[in-house]
């Protein structure tokens, strides 16, 4: 009897489990070349949205201005402007403002406007300094305070229509100030042409009196006086509010030692837009990043009363 050896399958078995391995750690390989180019991928992104939204462009007493927090502030102060300019486009269409006046307020804010990089970054940089000297100064913030400083960004405050006349002491030729006898005399006579208005003289025969240039030109018209403004003198403005009904003021002595009486004729009250911070939503305005400016404010009222 012959024995035949049976046919050994010992080399094909290894040739197969050599193509396994190779197929194995070729296709280990290409895993680890994908991962790595997506790590890098990743890396790239979230490098480049960090040089976007966190790098920093500026740093305060160690804190830092992001760049979202810049593009935060532009649109804030960008929102401000575009309210100012439409408030002052409707006070000039109500008359509450002559055509001068609004030119100029509407050519400081179109300056403003083409600076708005460099005014928002400036005016951030004083928030960051605010804020900072508030919490050193243990100023504590509340959420009412904001709130309410948020209403009064909303507000188109009290105006009213105010006309002014001016008695300015003489002063000699080469004298720096007047002497305390011309001063003495510019106060009478604002006080003698406050006595003609009691009497019964009419304004404009008292502006005709009163020497003033600039009031005889237009009859001391101011148009609308915002409440709270210090201009033309502060204690004038005060003066002015202070009436319960139209009429005049008493005279007034300014800052600047100018006689001053004014005239109060009619009165327009404030007005709260209750769609104000939907509009600044609208226009692209972080509500947080607002209200953080908002503080801002209140800080640095309180830091000026603490002060005083």
Do not use: C
């Not at 296709?27 to 480049?48: T, Y």
């Not at 935060?72 to 006070?91: G, H, M, P, Q």
């Not at 804010?109 to 400036?122: D, N, P, V």
């Not at 951030?124 to 009412?144: K, N, P, V, Y």
């Amino acid at each position: 009897m012959t024995f035949r050896a049976k046919p050994t399958t010992r080399g094909r078995r290894s040739s197969h489990e050599s193509d396994a391995r190779r197929n194995l750690y070729f296709n280990l390989g290409f895993g680890a070349v994908v991962v790595a180019a997506i790590l890098l991928l990743v890396g790239a992104a979230a490098a480049s949205w960090y040089d976007e939204h966190l790098a920093p462009v500026a740093r305060v007493n160690g804190e830092t201005m992001t760049k979202d927090g810049l593009r935060d502030r532009v649109a804030i102060e960008t929102f401000r402007l575009d309210t100012l300019e439409s408030r002052t486009r409707e006070k000039a269409a109500a008359g509450r403002m002559s055509p001068a006046q609004a030119q100029q307020y509407l050519t400081f804010i179109a300056e403003q406007k083409q600076q708005i990089g460099s005014y928002a970054y400036e005016r951030e940089i004083d928030t960051m300094l605010i804020l900072q000297l508030g919490e050193d100064e243990g100023i504590t913030i509340t959420d009412e305070a904001i709130d309410a400083q948020v209403q009064e960004d909303a507000t188109t405050p009290e105006s009213r229509h105010t006309y002014m006349i001016q008695v300015a002491p003489e002063t000699a030729d080469g004298a720096a100030e007047p002497t305390d006898e011309q001063v003495a005399a510019a106060k009478k006579k604002a006080e003698d042409l406050r006595a003609q208005l009691e009497s019964g003289t009419s304004w404009e025969d008292v502006v005709k009196a009163s020497g003033d240039a600039d009031a005889a030109e237009s009859n001391g018209d101011l148009f609308f006086l915002d409440e709270g403004i210090t201009s033309p003198d502060e204690a004038f403005v005060e003066a002015i509010f202070a009436l319960e009904a139209p009429g005049y003021t008493d005279v007034i002595e300014g800052a600047d030692g100018v006689f001053r009486i004014g005239r109060m004729t009619e009165i327009a009250p404030e007005v709260v837009d209750p769609n104000y911070l939907r509009r600044a939503a609208d226009a692209g305005v972080d509500e947080q990043a607002y209200r953080r400016v908002a503080s801002s404010v209140v800080a640095r009222d309180e830091i000026d009363a603490k002060l005083l």
